[in-house]
């Protein structure tokens, strides 16, 4: 039974139209998203439609890009899938310090399993070294999370509506405005918000006043901490070629230490070497 949690209506349509989507295709098989959460269901498993997917259904607008979160160990949910497809074995990516899946195959995409986590597992100065345990707390999860208007969860047992953990995200989504949610902990050990910032920043939204200040404080230790080959393929990987070096000078507005500057030097002279071997 989950907490009474706020939640927002949506039209169930759209929901049903993304689950619908093909996780899984061979000559022997058609694995949809829904048959995915459907065997963790009938095992016990909650599964919850996590971030971007419910921030774009709360404004009607349809999103194929889903990631799912479950209260179970990713060892468990991993052996459910495969008792229920005990041919098949597809995965794609597994992040297990994270507690991250990706099952399915590359031509389809797949789908993002993740464990509902805890800022209280943090333990390293690093968020991505530490060890998760799988958690069943939808407000410990969205402490996670980086933005109010990616803490929303849509049970995948109910239809209509997504949850909003920490109720506060539903006129944020509506204008636009990026504003930090995150546990303290996790904004100490994550090093890409930066760059998460920017990239939304990019899209059209506002910051509020706890993300400028977040820039002004924690920028140059985002950049230095990622380092010029982490922020190369986090850059490569989120931003198409034509945009990269824009994004680069976005983020170079918003550092001041030499050694932020020589990162973001690396990276460029980096990018300028593979279009020119182009």
């Not at 774009?56 to 349809?62: R, Y």
């Not at 459910?80 to 990516?93: C, F, K, N, T």
């Not at 389809?108 to 993740?114: A, F, I």
Request: glycine share 6%.
């Amino acid at each position: 039974m989950l907490p009474l949690y706020p939640s927002h209506s949506i039209d169930p349509a759209i929901a049903d139209t993304a689950l619908a989507q093909i996780a899984y295709r061979d000559a022997d098989h058609t694995v949809r998203i829904q048959d995915v959460i459907g065997h963790l269901q009938a095992a016990g498993a909650q599964v919850f439609v996590v971030g971007g997917a419910c921030r774009d259904w709360l404004t009607g607008a349809p999103s194929k890009d889903l990631d799912l979160a479950i209260d179970r160990p990713l060892d468990e949910a991993h052996a459910i899938l495969r008792r229920a497809w005990p041919a098949i074995d597809p995965v794609l990516r597994r992040f297990e310090r994270f507690g991250m899946l990706r099952w399915g195959d590359a031509g389809s995409g797949g789908v993002d399993l993740n464990i509902l986590r805890s800022p209280r597992d943090i333990t390293h100065d690093n968020m991505f070294t530490t060890t998760f345990v799988s958690r069943a707390d939808l407000r410990d999860d969205a402490l996670t999370r980086d933005f109010s208007c990616n803490a929303f969860y849509y049970p995948c047992a109910a239809r209509g509506h997504v949850l909003d953990p920490l109720a506060v995200g539903l006129a944020d989504v509506h204008d636009r405005v990026l504003r930090l949610i995150a546990d303290p902990r996790v904004l100490e050990t994550s090093f890409s918000t930066t760059c998460r910032i920017l990239q939304f920043v990019r899209r059209g939204y506002a910051p509020a006043a706890n993300v400028t200040a977040y820039l002004a404080r924690h920028a140059d230790r985002d950049v230095q901490r990622m380092g010029g080959e982490g922020l190369l393929w986090w850059t490569i990987g989120h931003f198409a070629a034509a945009e990269r070096a824009a994004f680069v000078d976005d983020v170079r507005a918003h550092v001041r230490a030499a050694e932020a500057h020589a990162v973001l030097d690396h990276v460029r002279d980096h990018m300028r070497d593979a279009l020119s071997r182009s």
